[in-house]
């Protein structure tokens, strides 16, 4: 069964950095890309990011500055990291399973709230 | 990048009736390889969304084949007939053509 399932702490403070994993299973990451989005409260969708299957990575302009996205392929995982937080990064955060350009199987999504 | 722009927002549906969602590109996302890079997804209440059609017309594994779609090269077209509760939530679309991917603003769908 395929899964992907995002960790990561539900309350950071504004300016600091933000850690999420996402931890996958029922498949190889060396075979399906991983894609970041997340979507405000009461809000759409926003593409952040994406780990291709070769390891190499792309970001969406408007947070690249600020982004990170890894992996350790042998504990399935892929990290994200995003700096300097201010209230308007509170949303879900949802990592995506994709292939040949078609995301087929999101996680449940993480919650993150930006506050002091 | 390419906007995307669905209407109705909100749309209500007695059920086991039709209904259809509309979305526009702000470019054609047919690519040279003569795939169109359109894709539906439906977001239920309180849970992610789930990937309805990829490549415009294409059902997805699982999909009721109430489920379809159509269009364009900038002009498409989710249908669902015969509605039924279950169908009740969020629809986006969302192109993969250019980086980045971008999603349309969604469609409630609500039951009468």
């Known amino acids: 069964e395929v899964q992907l399932k995002e960790s990561g702490p539900g309350l950071v403070q504004p300016s600091q950095t933000l850690s999420l994993t996402c931890t996958v299973s029922?498949?190889?990451?060396?075979?399906?890309?991983v894609h970041w989005v997340r979507q405000p409260p009461g809000k759409g969708l926003e593409w952040m990011g994406v780990?291709?299957?070769?390891?190499?990575?792309a970001y969406n302009s408007a947070l690249k500055s600020r982004l990170s996205i890894s992996r350790d392929t042998s504990k399935s995982q892929v990290f994200l990291k995003m700096n300097s937080l201010q209230t308007e990064d509170t949303a879900i955060y949802y990592c995506?399973?994709?292939?040949?350009?078609?995301?087929?199987?999101w996680g449940q999504g993480a919650s993150v709230t930006v506050s002091s | 990048d390419i906007v995307l722009t669905q209407a109705p927002l909100s749309v209500s549906v007695t059920p086991g009736e039709s209904a259809s969602i509309s979305c526009r590109s702000s470019?054609?996302?047919?690519?040279?390889?003569?795939?169109?890079?359109l894709y539906w997804y439906l977001q239920k209440p309180g849970k992610s969304p789930q990937l309805l059609i990829f490549?415009?017309?294409n059902l997805a594994s699982g999909i009721p084949d109430r489920f379809s779609g159509s269009g364009s090269e900038t002009d498409f077209t989710l249908k669902i007939t015969k509605v039924e509760t279950e169908d009740v939530g969020v629809y986006y679309c969302?192109?993969?053509?250019?980086?980045?991917?971008?999603f349309g603003a969604g469609t409630n769908l609500e039951l009468k």
């Open positions: 995506i399973r994709a292939k040949d350009y078609v995301m087929d199987a």
């Open positions: 029922g498949f190889s990451l060396t075979d399906y890309s």
């Open positions: 780990m291709w299957t070769g390891g190499s990575t």
């Open positions: 470019k054609s996302l047919l690519s040279s390889k003569g795939i169109t890079s």
């Open positions: 490549r415009m017309s």
């Open positions: 969302a192109q993969f053509l250019e980086y980045p991917p971008t």
